[in-house]
């Protein structure tokens, strides 16, 4: 009875189906459109790299600090059931504290970089803290609790370098932001794949995943079985710190100089939008991170056919708007119940005409 | 002689992922008739609740009010219908108060003032004899009383079908009997009332028709009058398990009381202690935000029990015990050492689990899957970075759901989608993996079936032979009677007597709770 009733939909659709159905979409699309859309070169670059080059690379390198946060961002909503706000500003935060360590002293090393960066990651985590304090210590919603550091969040960066917007010319950091000698892969494309790395990693080496969800899902119950939950959202709220120092020095070594009003403006509204169309539910519990980097390439993937269209980049927020509503909907619940209602009607069909075909022979 | 019919239901069939819920089922009731629904855990009663009201769409079948077809596709098409239902587990909004609770969502409700809401509340409330304000927030009422709303919510509604179900698992007898008014006089007034519960003596008590269902499938419908409780068991139970049942009934003579009420197994345990009578844990002027202070000692291997009226102060007792809520004062001692246990990661950690009384609310993650709702509490003590891999975790949770016989489609199925009593199932597979040295269970067997009812009992003696200490809590003094060996008695939350050998009885503690024995 059980065996019978197996197929490909029996658990429902998968949490992936939607975002990887709007790739393919997209790209199927593209390829109608203009097949050399996905055209890849290797081209010799200013600073006379052998590089990769073509739209695709220009998407999957473009969505790096995006797919960099939506995977935090994913913990964030899981654990706490809310969205940090201030990522954009905390990355402007990072980036200033990256670049004020650079700006000291003469000469750019590679130690110095480092240095720079794990600076910018402990004022990112400690900013992370301060979030998650408000909202894991004080039960403050995190939209309203991250809306403080979304407000002032730019300012901060703002004195850190004392009102200028320093640049930063080093080999170094030029190789961060675009290609490293010998390479032709885009740098900020690597070190997504080494956050996603350690992110697979963290996951087989601890706990975090099932105390996340169980936090997520049932608070009473994660405290009862000894679950600190406190501790859990606070500690989601610290490792997207981490994503956005990194995604913050991405931002800074891609243009060689620190705009504490530009660097990473709007993402977190992009960041959320990556943990939705991922799959994620956005009152949190059961995630999956894979998905939030899926939904932060469909954005960029989208933002660039837009583009290729030349749709001026004044309507392309209308027609991402139009996109983006259209998967959340069929992402949806209701859809999703509906079409699996329908698939077991064909199933039931199906069957029927099996028994039949069977009592007639 | 037969009240004319109220409500069928034919050939109605539901389908889940994996499972076929109800198969060709049919239900029928009459006006003005009191009618039982019976059967086991997974035999698909709330299933078929769930479609009258509109909760679950089914899959095929037809349904008819006083002779004309109804569609309900969602609860307010129920309400329209005139069904009305009181849940199991209380669907009320705990932050709002009982007379917006009793109003929410009905039609009229729109243009009535609060104080128009309030005064009508308390009127319905009074005529019920209900003991609560509609001004109240309901969520600072007793879960009795959060039942007893819902009842009146109901009540209200004018409904011709009314819907219990297991409405009397949160209920003392003073309340039972109240409800049992209740429902007599709606039956009275022509209400056709289908009761969903557990309890076989309250079956037989105001039922007029029993209707068995078993795995999905409809077994008869039989006059109360005409089956006797040993079929109805046998009935919901199955063929294959009336095989087991003559052991099983065997087991529970053997563990039920002889001629004089004394326990026999409570003479078994006894005589287990006195050769091994280690305190394994023992609680001095302990306290917490919700318990006074009180003393208590548990030996290796002893099974004991907290009892008394709800709202007495057993559930937060032992909830303190545990850490579960915050922790005042006393003196805990494990083994004759002193400890601190201020939190459940403390008392986890020396080898107490606790199995919460609100097991949707406390117990379940129910959207993670069997298996890692099964490895949680372990996952939690051995720490944050020790987490227990795939392969392991997968054979834990294939040798807990073979040993304790718990019903799913797979060990990957999220747990809420399980039935309440493979739920709970899961919940003592959490526990029982930690190897804990002392198990505390609040209400295990609330709203569960029989066969269930009877394994977690077997098991609880099991475990007691093995030398774990074991603290039961039930609200069938029965079945209390039946596996504890020293009974604790609490009366507005004090300790007011503790029972063992001879007073072990149900006259005797029935007397202790009501303060017979000054």
């Known amino acids: 009875m059980i065996n019978k009733l197996k197929n490909p939909f029996r658990n429902g659709l998968g949490q992936l189906t939607i975002p990887l159905i709007a790739i393919i979409i997209l790209v199927v699309f593209n390829l109608i459109r203009d097949p050399s859309f996905f055209g890849i070169e290797i081209i010799q670059n200013n600073d006379g790299n052998n590089v990769l080059s073509g739209n695709l690379i220009s998407i999957i390198n473009g969505a790096s600090e995006l797919a960099i946060l939506a995977m935090g961002m994913t913990l964030v909503t899981a654990a706490c059931g809310g969205q940090d706000i201030s990522v954009g500003a905390a990355a402007a935060i990072a980036g200033s504290a990256f670049v004020k360590i650079l700006k000291s002293g003469d000469s750019i090393s590679g130690g110095k970089v480092l240095l720079a960066f794990l600076f910018a990651c402990v004022v990112a985590m400690l900013f992370g803290a301060f979030n998650g304090t408000l909202v894991a210590v004080f039960k403050i919603q995190p939209m309203i609790a991250t809306l403080i550091l979304y407000t002032c969040g730019r300012s901060i960066a703002y004195w850190i370098n004392g009102g200028a917007t320093p640049t930063v010319t080093s080999p170094i950091i030029n190789a961060i932001g675009s290609f490293i000698p010998g390479i032709p892969v885009p740098t900020p494309v690597l070190i997504v794949v080494i956050v996603g790395v350690i992110f697979k990693l963290v996951f087989r080496l601890t706990s975090l995943e099932i105390f996340t969800q169980s936090v997520g899902i049932n608070g009473s119950a994660a405290r009862l079985n000894g679950i600190n939950s406190t501790f859990i959202k606070l500690l989601s709220f610290i490792i997207l710190g981490v994503c956005v120092a990194i995604s913050g020095s991405i931002g800074v070594s891609r243009l060689g100089l620190i705009n504490h009003e530009t660097l990473l403006l709007d993402v977190e509204m992009d960041t959320i939008l990556a943990v939705a169309i991922g799959g994620n539910n956005l009152g949190g519990g059961k995630f999956k991170v894979g998905g939030s980097i899926i939904g932060a390439y469909v954005i960029q993937m989208l933002t660039i056919t837009l583009y290729a269209m030349k749709v001026s980049s004044t309507d392309v927020k209308a027609y991402k708007a139009i996109v983006i509503v259209l998967l959340v909907v069929i992402g949806s619940p209701v859809v999703k119940a509906k079409f699996e209602k329908y698939m077991s009607q064909l199933r039931a069909k199906k069957a029927a005409v099996n028994t039949k075909g069977a009592d007639q022979s | ?518």
């Open chain 2, 1 to 518: 002689m037969d009240n004319p019919i109220l409500l069928t239901m034919r050939h109605i069939e539901k389908r889940f992922p994996g499972v076929l819920a109800l198969n060709n089922v049919d239900f029928t009731l009459r006006k003005g008739e009191i009618h039982a629904l019976m059967g086991e855990n997974g035999a698909g009663k709330s299933t078929l609740i769930k479609i009258l009201t509109g909760v679950y769409q089914m899959d095929g079948g037809e349904v008819t009010i006083e002779g004309q077809p109804v569609v309900i596709h969602s609860p307010q098409d129920a309400q329209n219908s005139g069904i009305s239902t009181v849940y199991q587990e209380i669907t009320l909004c705990p932050n709002l108060t009982v007379a917006e609770n009793m109003f929410i969502g009905r039609e009229d409700s729109a243009w009535i003032q609060r104080k128009e809401y309030e005064k009508k509340a308390d009127e319905i409330l009074g005529r019920l004899e209900i003991p609560t304000r509609g001004a109240r927030i309901l969520g600072r009422c007793s879960l009795a009383i959060q039942q007893m709303v819902a009842i009146a919510r109901a009540v209200d509604m004018n409904c011709k079908v009314l819907i219990l179900d297991e409405p009397t698992s949160s209920l003392d007898d003073k309340e039972v009997n109240m409800l049992f008014k209740l429902m007599r006089d709606l039956k009275a007034q022509g209400v056709g009332i289908i009761f969903v519960t557990h309890f076989l003596e309250q079956v037989y008590e105001v039922s007029d028709r029993i209707t068995v269902l078993r795995n999905g499938e409809l077994v008869g419908e039989y006059p109360a009058s005409d089956l006797p409780q040993v079929q109805l068991v046998s009935k919901m139970l199955g063929e294959n398990l009336i095989e087991e049942l003559p052991e099983v009934q065997t087991e529970t003579k053997m563990i039920g009381k002889n001629q004089d009420g004394v326990s026999l197994v409570g003479d078994m345990i006894r005589n287990e202690i006195k050769k091994n009578s280690g305190v394994f844990y023992e609680a001095e002027s302990l306290s917490s935000a919700q318990a006074l202070p009180f003393d208590f000692k548990i030996r290796k291997g002893e099974v004991n029990g907290f009892t008394g009226l709800l709202g007495s102060g057993r559930s937060e007792s032992v909830r303190a015990i545990f850490g579960a809520d915050k922790v005042t004062g006393g003196k805990v001692k494990i083994k004759g050492e002193q400890v601190k246990i201020n939190r459940p990661i403390d008392a986890m950690k020396h080898g107490i689990g606790y199995l919460a009384e609100d097991r949707k609310r406390d117990g379940i993650i129910a959207d993670l899957s069997v298996r890692e709702n099964i490895i949680l509490a372990l996952q939690v003590m051995n720490g944050f970075f020790k987490p227990i891999s795939r392969s392991e975790s997968e054979a834990f949770a294939d040798e807990y759901i073979k040993v304790l016989n718990i019903k799913t489609a797979s060990r990957e199925t999220p747990v809420g989608s399980l039935s309440g009593g493979n739920q709970q199932k899961v919940i003592l597979a959490r526990w029982l993996l930690t190897h804990p040295d002392y198990l505390i269970l609040d209400e295990p067997t609330r709203g569960i079936d029989i066969g269930t009812k009877w394994e977690i009992q077997k098991l609880v003696l099991k475990l007691a032979e093995e030398g774990v200490s074991v603290t039961f809590i039930s609200s069938e003094i029965e079945e209390m009677l039946r596996t504890c060996s020293r009974l604790i008695v609490m009366r507005d939350r004090h300790i007011v007597g503790e029972l063992t050998g001879e007073d072990l009885n149900q006259a005797q503690v029935m007397k202790t709770i009501a303060g017979g024995e000054a």
